[in-house]
């Protein structure tokens, strides 16, 4: 019983791991059946109708066989389990179909078998045939196996062939050959390598294959052309960038205010004597004759501490003569470094009084040999004075003793009580005064000569000094604020007043010429002050006349914006006409000046006559009956048009209610009553004709009494004279408004200037103000000094005659980006904002 | 200027006689107008010393057709005419100091090589020539260093600027080693004949080129491959390299107008010089590569700015004819112009300079007046008359008779935008008009 159930036992335990294995051994069984039929199919074919036969079968049905598994659908997949159907089922095979089915839902299939496994697997199979419920077509298909390997054995050599064959006509994908053809059929590598037996090496293969296949087909060569463009535009790409590298010079090249060519200079070597020396070679006969003589008395190019020779006597010199000069030398050099140290001790001394008295023996001990010199040897003597001299300029330049210092101060503070205190300021002052006192040699000569020169000098020279030069205040020299006033009058007396400095300055020694210079300076620009704030009638006529000529600068002032055509115009005017001469220039820049001028000329003539006689009119008393009767006649003119036109004014948004008689009436003694004291229509006359006035162009006094003739008090410069300098100004053109009673035109324009003038913003600017001012910063030497001169007009372009200047390279931008530092010229130029910032005292501005 | 304090001459006495000046605004009133007469005399004075024309180099014996510097002697000229005859000329003596029938039929191109020992010329009779600088010893043969026979007519000829090599241009663009016979490389894009080619002098591998099918092409010597095509109106006839920019060329046009183009932006020109009346045959740059000097068959030359679209010169005389070559001097001081009938004239660039060696107070206000000049150059009579050129008759009806067509063309363009659809018509700028396409 026992053995019974322990035999039943093991029986299950073994088909259970039939099972078990069998699990493991489909794909192996698998492989192994279709093994089988391959080769039966091979060997069918040998016979030669087989294969025939065959690919009908797969082309008719449509169910899935083992005999020619086809993959030509698209979504179509092998599954064992349809390969295991033509199976007839067996129990067996049925639970091994189940098992499959399981597999199935699981993903990945594993390895085939090893070798030794699928031998297992075998001999178990051999075991279940033994079995007495095993299936007969397990059984059988292992006979036919057998049979069937033993047929190939027996075929022996012509295998290869065949299978090559068939390859051809079948659709499964062999590594013997390979076939793209159909239509979405796609050859997929991995498949290649099913057929080799896994081995670990190349499962990292297929991966990668996998990894491969998801990458995109490498497409069609381009054709020639294209590819040839495609090479191009690379080209040109990189040349371009490549070529980008100059951009950065080339603009710096195009804002730089001064360029320099050759932009290689040559660096400038001083070669040294010796080498000049060496390589000179003496030639002609008397350069040798020269040559040798130097070289007999060994004359040195070069300065070392001893000559040739004085090192051959140093060499010659006995021991006892060697041991002697050390000893001098010795001496010599102990006596230095002791008054060396005297000297350092007595300069730490502090007492002042010590110092005080040292440098006063000293001053005296100089004193006696300047004396001693005077007699002896007068050329020392004048070195010596130049010394003093010199002391003095110091002394005058310093602050020294002149009651300024701390000490001095605190002095002048005790001077009250302290007799000491003031004595030591007077002191110091004496001193100032005689050290800053001209030494002067007494000489005879001199002297005469000297006031000879005063002799000289005319008194006028000092005196006389029209006050109306006070643009130069340089001319002036000491003014009294008397003189401030200009004027006839005042000139006349001005020498009387001139002479009050002088005496003054005879009186006070004290004040030193510092103080003076401050003095005057001060003076002058109380001068200039006073002019300014209150111009004399002279004063102003001049100021009047100044816009006048003043045109060329207001031409700068007054820009047009209006315009807003900015085209590019030609930069010449080409013309047939050739001009050769500075007059015919002048006629050309007069050209459009004249066309400009002409409409207006006929307006003018008969406009002029009336305008200069009420010109005269002004100055002279009214004397002809026409110019007052033409005045006259004007004012009334005028006057009528304004009172009829006021009557006349109709305005047509006022009520008409209004209008009505009583109410009418009303209103209009209401607005008379509140405008009574308002006679607008005189104010707007008198305004105008003092608007007309104005423009009129005034006369200019230019006399100068005195000059040429006799003048003083009392004396009155000829009639002659008097209309000889009274300069009458040309009319300016007519009044716009001259026909317009009820309008007063402003004439500011000037249009005698706007010929002259820039009616457009250049380009640069961004308005008209930075435009001015880089007019009205002068450039020349007489406004600026002579180095600010010399960078103002530092040309853009310097070349050197007689250089060849080479395209840059980039050897000279190297180069040029380590020294812009020393080449980088300053080159102030007149851009508008440095103008704006180099510009900053106020100036007169031109309009 | 002479209102300062004047030193008799030189700057050591001037010193000696320096005094000391005050500055102060108040002691010089009238700045301005008084710089402003200045300048206004300056530009009068510009225009009347004005005589540019130097000197009229004759020997030839037909129209001077092409023209090389010497590119180490300032006083070396070559010169190449349509009857095959070269001439080398020294400008100081003024006169030829050697002669060579070099070709049969025109030389149509040469070129100086950079050490400046020998030169190359290409002619008529399709074969390239490289001849020595020097004349031959005595009893020596004229005769070339080498000949190189090609199979067709050579229409141009250029040198590299550092290296033996250089480059020919006709059916095709060759590049040659100077040792070789046979082309290093050849370069073509299309078929057509190509009238001249031109090594950049800065970034010396690359080459410009222009064909008469209208376009001008741009080469990469290194990588052997043209690199972009720009196509005009009209055919170009020759172009040249900015010397100190190495990205802009200039083109001389058919159309009267010359194009400065930067090479990496090709769609539109930077610049579109016009003035001329008539086709432009030459254009050569300022070694300081500001300006640019161009030849043209109107009888005349013109000088411009880089950055101007007018001229700021204009040269002609009573006998000058087309003018097919023209040079601007490696020391910025003189151009020189090859022309029809047989003469090379030599001209300032700087038509009111005085040459020679100048003092330096003289300097100084010549400085003073240029920078016057400036700041005044926008006042309407200083503008007018520093604008004030003669012309011939021809020139400037011609001139007239152009603006007048401009300004239809101009008057009608605005009257067709007027009557179509706004935005249909769209403004297109001078620049872009002459710009056919662009080909990569």
């Keep these: 019983m026992s053995s019974a159930i322990s035999n039943l036992f093991t029986s299950t335990l073994l088909l259970m791991l039939v099972y078990s294995v069998f699990i493991q051994v489909m794909k192996g069984a698998y492989d192994v059946e279709r093994r089988h039929r391959q080769l039966l199919e091979a060997v069918s074919s040998l016979a030669g109708r087989n294969r025939r036969k065959l690919t009908e079968r797969t082309e008719a049905s449509a169910q899935v066989s083992e005999f020619g598994v086809s993959c030509e659908g698209a979504g179509e997949k092998l599954i064992l389990s349809d390969l295991l159907g033509p199976i007839k089922a067996s129990s067996l095979l049925g639970t091994v179909k189940k098992q499959l089915n399981r597999v199935k839902q699981k993903k990945a299939v594993e390895l085939p078998l090893s070798k030794r496994e699928a031998q297992r697997v075998t001999s178990v199979l051999a075991a279940l045939t033994t079995f007495p419920s095993v299936h007969q077509g397990a059984y059988d298909v292992e006979r036919r196996h057998r049979q069937l390997l033993e047929a190939v054995s027996s075929l022996a050599g012509r295998n290869r062939r065949k299978l090559t064959e068939r390859t051809e006509a079948s659709a499964q994908v062999s590594e013997f050959g390979v076939s793209c053809e159909g239509a979405g059929e796609k050859l997929i590598l991995s498949d290649l390598l099913g057929p080799i037996k896994a081995s670990s090496l190349l499962g990292t293969v297929k991966k990668q294959l996998n990894r491969v296949k998801q990458k995109k087909a490498v497409e069609l060569p381009l054709s020639k052309r294209e590819a040839q463009r495609v090479v191009r535009e690379a080209a040109y790409d990189k040349t371009s960038k490549a070529i980008t590298k100059w951009d950065q010079v080339v603009l710096q090249n195009r804002r730089a205010e001064q360029l320099v060519f050759p932009l290689k200079q040559e660096q400038l070597t001083v070669a040294s004597i010796e080498e000049r020396v060496t390589s000179w070679q003496a030639r002609t006969p008397l350069e040798q004759e020269i040559f040798s003589l130097l070289h007999k008395t060994r004359q040195l190019t070069t300065d070392p501490l001893l000559t040739l020779q004085e090192e051959a006597s140093l060499q010659a010199m006995s021991l006892e003569e060697a041991q002697q000069r050390r000893a001098e030398l010795q001496k010599a050099r102990a006596l230095q470094s002791y008054y060396e140290a005297k000297a350092r001790r007595e300069k730490k001394i502090k007492s002042k009084k010590f110092h005080r008295v040292l440098q006063k023996n000293k001053r005296r001990e100089a004193l006696k040999e300047f004396e001693a010199l005077k007699k002896s040897n007068p050329e020392a003597a004048l070195l010596k004075l130049d010394e003093m001299e010199k002391a003095r300029i110091k002394e005058r330049m310093s602050l020294k003793h002149q009651n300024k210092g701390k000490w001095a101060r605190s002095r002048a503070i005790m001077g009250k009580y302290d007799l000491e205190a003031r004595r030591a300021m007077q002191e110091q002052l004496a001193k100032n005064k005689e050290l800053t006192q001209k030494v002067c040699m007494e000489l005879e000569g001199d002297k005469e000569v000297c006031v000879a020169e005063e002799g000289l000098l005319p008194d006028s020279l000092n005196e006389v000094q029209p006050s109306r030069n006070v643009a130069n205040p340089w001319m002036l020299g000491k003014l009294s604020s008397e003189t401030k006033d200009s004027g006839i009058q005042e000139d006349l007396k001005a020498p009387a007043d001139l002479k009050e400095p002088e005496s003054e300055g005879e009186e006070e020694p004290v004040l030193s010429e510092e103080e003076a210079l401050l003095q005057d300076f001060e003076q002058r620009r109380w001068v200039r002050h006073c002019q300014k704030g209150s111009p004399e009638p002279q004063g102003a006529s001049r100021d009047e006349e100044l816009p006048e000529s003043v045109s060329p600068s207001q031409a700068a002032g007054q820009i047009n914006m209006e315009d807003e055509q900015k085209q590019e115009e030609p930069l010449l005017s080409e013309q047939l006409g050739r001009l050769c001469a500075m007059e015919e220039m002048d006629v050309l820049a007069s050209e459009d000046w004249a066309e400009e001028q002409e409409p207006q000329q006929p307006a003018r003539t008969e406009q002029q006559k009336p305008h200069q006689d009420t010109a005269v009119a002004e100055d002279r008393p009214r004397g002809s009956q026409t110019t007052r009767k033409t005045a006259k006649q004007k004012m009334i003119d005028l006057q009528a048009v304004l009172a009829g036109e006021s009557c006349m004014i109709h305005c047509p948004t006022l009520p008409v209610a209004v209008q009505d008689e009583g109410g009418g009436t009303d209103q209009r003694l209401v607005i008379k009553e509140a405008f009574a004291a308002d006679d607008v229509v005189a104010d707007f006359l008198k305004e105008k004709n003092k608007v007309e006035q104005e423009g009129k162009s005034q006369t200019v006094d230019l006399l100068l009494p005195g000059w040429g003739e006799w003048s003083g008090t009392g004396l009155k410069p000829s009639a002659k004279k008097r209309k000889r300098f009274l300069i009458k100004q040309p009319p300016g053109p007519p009044r716009k408004d001259r026909h317009l009673p009820h309008v007063i035109i402003s004439q500011k324009r000037n249009i005698l200037a706007a010929t002259h003038q820039v009616n457009e913003l250049p380009f640069p600017f961004d308005s008209h103000h930075q435009f001015e001012r880089s007019i009205q910063a002068p450039i020349g030497p007489m406004w600026n000094t002579q180095h600010a001169f010399q960078k103002l007009t530092a040309p853009h372009l310097i070349t050197q005659p007689g250089h060849i200047i080479q395209p840059i390279s980039n050897e000279d931008v190297a180069s040029q980006s380590t020294t812009s530092t020393h080449k980088a010229k300053p080159a102030m130029e007149l851009t508008p904002q440095q103008a704006k910032r180099l510009h900053q005292h106020p100036r007169k501005k031109v309009r | ?440």
């Design chain 2, 1 to 440: 200027m002479a209102s300062t304090a004047s030193p008799p001459s030189g700057t050591v006495v001037a010193a000696a006689y320096c005094v000391p000046r005050n500055y102060d605004p108040a002691l010089h009133p009238f700045e301005v107008p008084r710089e402003y007469v200045r300048a206004l005399n300056a530009t009068k004075l510009e225009r009347v010393f004005a005589k540019p024309f130097l000197a009229s180099l004759d020997g030839h014996r037909d129209g001077v057709n092409c023209m090389a510097k010497h590119p180490k002697s300032l006083s070396t000229v070559l010169s190449g005419a349509c009857d095959g005859e070269v001439k080398i000329w020294n400008l100081t003596k003024r006169q030829c100091i050697r002669t060579i029938q070099a070709h049969e039929g025109f030389v149509r191109g040469m070129c100086a090589r950079f050490c400046g020992t020998s030169f190359f010329t290409v002619g008529d009779d399709k074969t390239v020539k490289h001849w020595k600088m020097d004349g031959p010893g005595y009893g020596e043969e004229e005769e070339p260093i080498h000949t190189i026979l090609g199979k067709t007519v050579y229409t141009g000829i250029d040198h590299h600027w550092k290296e033996a090599i250089f480059a020919t241009c006709g059916h095709q663009v060759d590049i040659w080693d100077e040792q070789r016979t046979s082309p290093i490389c050849s370069l073509t894009w299309g078929v057509d004949s190509i009238s001249s080619v031109k090594f950049n002098p800065i970034e010396t591998y690359l080459l410009g080129s222009c064909a008469s099918d209208r376009n001008i092409v741009l080469y990469d010597m290194r990588q052997s491959t043209p690199l972009k095509k720009v196509i005009l109106d009209m055919r170009t006839n020759t172009l040249c390299w900015n010397p100190m920019e190495a990205f802009i060329f200039t083109a001389a046009n058919e159309d009267y107008n010359l194009y400065t183009f930067d090479m990496r932006f090709l769609e539109t020109p930077v610049m579109v010089h016009m003035d001329h009346v008539s086709a432009v045959l030459d254009v050569d740059y300022s070694p300081t590569g500001k300006e640019f000097v161009s030849a043209s068959f109107d009888k005349s030359i013109r000088i411009f700015p880089v950055d101007k679209g007018h001229s700021r010169e204009v040269y002609h005389t009573k006998r000058m004819q087309h003018v097919i070559s023209v040079k601007w001097s490696f020391d910025n001081k003189y151009i020189l112009c090859g022309s029809d009938e047989m003469n090379i004239r030599l001209w300032k660039a700087n038509a009111s300079e005085k040459l020679g060696v100048l003092a330096p107070r003289e300097k100084a206000a010549m400085n003073y007046n240029q920078k016057l000049k400036e700041k005044f150059q926008h006042h309407p009579q200083i503008k007018r008359i520093a604008r004030h050129r003669h012309l011939p008759k021809a020139i400037y009806s011609q001139a007239k008779e152009q603006r007048i067509m401009r300004e239809a063309r101009r008057r009608k363009d605005l009257n067709r935008r007027k009557h179509s659809k706004p935005g249909s018509l769209p403004f297109v700028s001078e620049k872009k008009k002459h710009v056919v396409a662009v080909v990569k």
